[in-house]
């Protein structure tokens, strides 16, 4: 018990649970806006009273197309909001803390591996290096 216990308070569960509640409620907000706004106006476009009833008939088997479309377009919504919301700018940050970090490692000019920057000799090819000068590491 004492571990269950243990598990469930470490920091990365709770985190978790907190990413999964706000995820769900993100959800709501964004299937309200589809099915409410966004598909009605495209209904209206379409002569449509309500897009999310669109739906066809075969051998007495319902499709409902328009729920489908209200779900891929709320798929939509979600993905580009994650993409640039989350995903985009921290793959800005990540770049930029890349370029902040000072270069460890340089190219062997014969070989091309990568090796120290403060190495006068390559530890793969032993060819001899040229030291390095400001600007040239990278």
Do not use: W
Request: net charge positive; glycine share 8%.
């Amino acid at each position: 018990m004492k571990g269950f216990k243990a598990f469930l308070l470490r920091g990365n569960l709770i985190d978790l649970a907190v990413a999964v509640v706000i995820g769900v409620a993100f959800n709501a907000v964004v299937l309200a806006l589809v099915s409410n706004i966004i598909t009605p106006l495209i209904a209206a476009i379409g002569g449509q009273p309500n897009f999310g009833a669109l739906s066809f008939k075969i051998n007495g088997s319902i499709f409902h197309y328009g729920l489908f479309i209200n779900a891929l377009i709320s798929f939509l919504v979600i993905a580009a909001v994650v993409y640039f919301l989350i995903v985009t700018p921290m793959n800005k940050l990540l770049t930029m803390t890349a370029r902040k970090q000072a270069a460890t490692e340089r190219e062997c000019p014969e070989c091309l591996s990568q090796i120290p920057i403060a190495a006068t000799r390559c530890m793969y090819c032993t060819s001899t290096v040229p030291p390095v000068t400001a600007g040239s590491a990278g």
